[in-house]
């Protein structure tokens, strides 16, 4: 079979798949109207499916989908592909005939992008699957924007079991790559990502009056300047790790000292021992200091998503079929980077690897993911397309 042409007489349906995601997003968990999209292709193209999958609360209906094609020998390999469909509370500035439709939201991370690449790949594998071998699970999963991560909501409702794929795949979109190009990294790609709420506590007063309060703003900025020390002086500079705080409030005017300042930041490693340890450390240096100054702090630290680990035999196949598949010299290794993806919870399951496609052309299409002017330039569809079903097909 010829996987490009087959990929190139469908493109322009493909490009229509993503034109009705974009123009419809849905915020993370509330993806019904996505996934009632999804499920109706599916079942146009008689592929078999589960869906209500990876609700927040056990015993609801989540928006998550299931698809499982079975090619010949279904039993010789299992594998699975994910895509995410989540959007965010973005307002969109881009002036596209499939602007978004719903004020305040927008694809602005390209999860329609890799939704329809699935899609695509679901059609062309399933109308082609006596020219392949083994079973291939499809993932449509809602909520990777939000904590706890969809991702490990659908482990939870068992989409890793009977039957458990050898491997798992996932692609994402990368304006700074241009298009044609496929981007992957073997080993530690990406950080754990995980939230950090504190509540500094004192005692208000009048501003002119400071030696009658325990002033939490004092506290806080101390607080905030000290606790950088937790990552220089006890994280090997070898390992790389980054602690910011994003969000400070306290007070209601410039003469009146409050009782308490919430504050927002993030803690991201590549380490799960180092992480275990800082977070450990964070909370007790908290507290202490806070104390030391007259005060307290209350501090929580949820566990957000694990670092993201790509196997290296895994992604060295992946490597071998984008060579294959876009040519050696557009098949490029990718930098470390900070940010996280939950599909780090599958890796963690599985051995799996999140690879990217570029989706830049000709110095347009560049803005970064999470900005209210990012798109992509469509063609980008069709190399997703074809990466997932070459995967799909050619993965032993």
Same mark, same amino acid.
């Given at each position: 079979? /010829? ?21 419809? +997003? ?21 592929? /078999?499916?589960?869906? !209500? ?5 056990? !015993?609801?209906? =989540? ?17 699975? *592909? ?43 594998? $399933? $109308? ?13 999963? +809602? =909520? ?5 991560? =969809? ?11 009977? +039957?458990?794929? $050898?491997?798992?795949? %996932? ?14 990294? %073997?080993? $530690? ?31 806080? %900025?101390?607080?905030?300047?000290? *606790? ?36 927002? !930041? ?67 290794? *990718? ?15 599985? +051995? ?22 990012? /798109?992509?330039?469509?063609? %980008? ?16």
């Amino acid at each position: 079979m /010829d996987l490009k042409k087959l990929v190139a007489d469908n493109l322009e349906e493909f490009i229509s798949f993503r034109h009705h995601i974009h123009s419809n +997003p849905e915020l993370s968990f509330q993806e019904k109207n996505t996934a009632d999209f999804i499920a109706n292709k599916l079942t146009s193209w008689n592929i /078999d499916f589960t869906r !209500g999958l990876g609700a927040l609360e056990p !015993g609801e209906n =989540g928006n998550g989908i299931l698809a499982i094609i079975k090619g010949k020998n279904p039993d010789s390999k299992i594998i699975a *592909l994910r895509a995410d469909m989540d959007a965010l509370p973005i307002t969109e500035l881009n002036e596209v005939s499939y602007k978004s439709k719903n004020i305040g939201v927008m694809h602005a991370c390209g999860h329609d992008v890799h939704a329809t690449c699935l899609l695509g790949a679901a059609k062309i594998l $399933q $109308q082609n699957k006596d020219n392949w071998e083994g079973t291939i699970k499809m993932i449509f999963q +809602p =909520g990777e924007e939000k904590h706890p991560g =969809g991702a490990s909501l659908l482990i939870r409702d068992k989409v890793l079991e009977n +039957p458990k794929p $050898q491997a798992i795949f %996932a692609l994402h979109v990368y304006p700074h790559l241009p298009y044609g190009n496929v981007g992957y990294r %073997a080993g $530690q790609y990406m950080a754990s990502a995980d939230e950090i709420y504190i509540t500094v506590k004192g005692k208000g007063g009048h501003a002119a009056l400071p030696h009658q309060t325990v002033d939490p703003i004092i506290i806080s %900025a101390n607080l905030l300047v000290s *606790l950088q020390q937790i990552i220089s002086r006890n994280c090997n500079p070898l390992q790389p790790s980054v602690l910011s705080f994003g969000k400070i409030q306290g007070g209601n005017a410039g003469n009146v000292i409050p009782s308490e300042v919430k504050i927002e !930041g993030t803690l991201r490693c590549m380490d799960e021992a180092w992480r275990s340890k800082a977070h450990e450390l964070i909370k007790k240096h908290t507290v202490e200091l806070c104390r030391a100054l007259g005060g307290d702090a209350d501090i929580e630290i949820p566990m957000g998503y694990p670092s993201l680990y790509n196997h290296p035999e895994v992604t060295a196949k992946v490597k071998s079929i984008a060579e294959n598949t876009v040519g050696k010299e557009n098949t490029v290794e *990718l930098d470390l980077r900070m940010a996280a993806e939950d599909f780090s919870f599958y890796t963690h399951e599985v +051995p799996g690897c999140f690879f990217r496609i570029g989706t830049s052309f000709e110095d347009k299409f560049t803005h970064p993911v999470h900005n209210a002017q990012f /798109d992509i330039y469509d063609q %980008a569809i069709g190399v997703g397309v074809e990466m997932f079903c070459a995967i799909g097909m050619g993965f032993k």
